[in-house]
């Protein structure tokens, strides 16, 4: 079946440095795949997409690519900020499916 | 963001009450979904609704019941629950034309329950 899987969490960071949280997935179709954020006492926003192969998805700093070689799609950032604390949720969705598949989240805390 | 909104944000009850969830889009949207959130675990589709109409039922037992009156609207009632229930349960709009692969799905903010 289709799944994603995340970097397992906590991930601890200063202020500054360079972040991967790494995402791949397994789908029986052709995805389209996100990067959703959490902050504190909040449900899920979009954060960035991407809808076909060697796509880019970019947001607030943050990137994903769409490598289909390599099933993943890592979400990066050069230099990330306390307000980055959050946890981040890596999912697919079949194309013609309304279904998210999500992985398990990666729980992200930048220190100053 | 107050494109979806859920109420009640929190929420206590016993394994006799009935209670109900609520969430409401303001997007214009015809697709409305419910997803679980526990802890440890990876969100879980519960349930989605198309112009009104259910279309994915995610094996939820039926102590978990939809109602969905029109496409701004749905509800979640709650009855005989069990403490391993307890979690975030979030709900969801999309444009609800799936067949582009384009849908994006914008979240509520939550209503974190709690089954004692």
């Known amino acids: 079946g289709d799944s994603v899987t995340q970097m397992e969490g906590p991930v601890t960071l200063s202020e500054e440095a360079c972040l991967t949280i790494n995402c791949t997935y397994t789908a029986t179709g052709y995805p389209s795949l996100f990067w959703y954020v959490q902050y504190p006492g909040e449900g899920l926003q979009l954060l960035l997409k991407a809808t076909k192969a060697d796509d880019k998805g970019s947001n607030k700093g943050f990137e994903a690519t769409y490598r289909k070689e390599t099933t993943s799609f890592h979400l990066e950032k050069g230099s990330v900020q306390v307000s980055d604390s959050a946890v981040y949720f890596c999912a697919l969705r079949i194309q013609g499916a309304q279904k998210l598949v999500f992985g398990q989240g990666t729980r992200l805390t930048i220190n100053p | 963001e107050t494109g979806v909104t859920q109420t009640p944000r929190h929420l206590v009850m016993g394994m006799t009450n009935k209670k109900s969830l609520k969430c409401e889009q303001h997007l214009g949207h015809n697709a409305m979904y419910w997803y679980k959130q526990s802890a440890k675990k990876p969100l879980e589709l519960m349930f989605v609704?198309?112009?009104?109409?259910?279309?994915e039922n995610n094996s939820v037992p039926s102590r978990f019941s939809p109602e969905c009156p029109n496409s701004s609207h749905l509800f979640l009632h709650l009855h005989t629950l069990q403490p391993e229930d307890s979690a975030l349960y979030l709900c969801?709009?999309?444009?609800?034309?799936?067949?582009?692969?384009?849908?994006?799905?914008?979240f509520g903010p939550g209503t974190r329950l709690l089954v004692l």
């Open positions: 969801a709009s999309s444009q609800g034309d799936s067949g582009r692969g384009q849908e994006t799905q914008y």
């Open positions: 609704y198309n112009f009104k109409e259910q279309t």
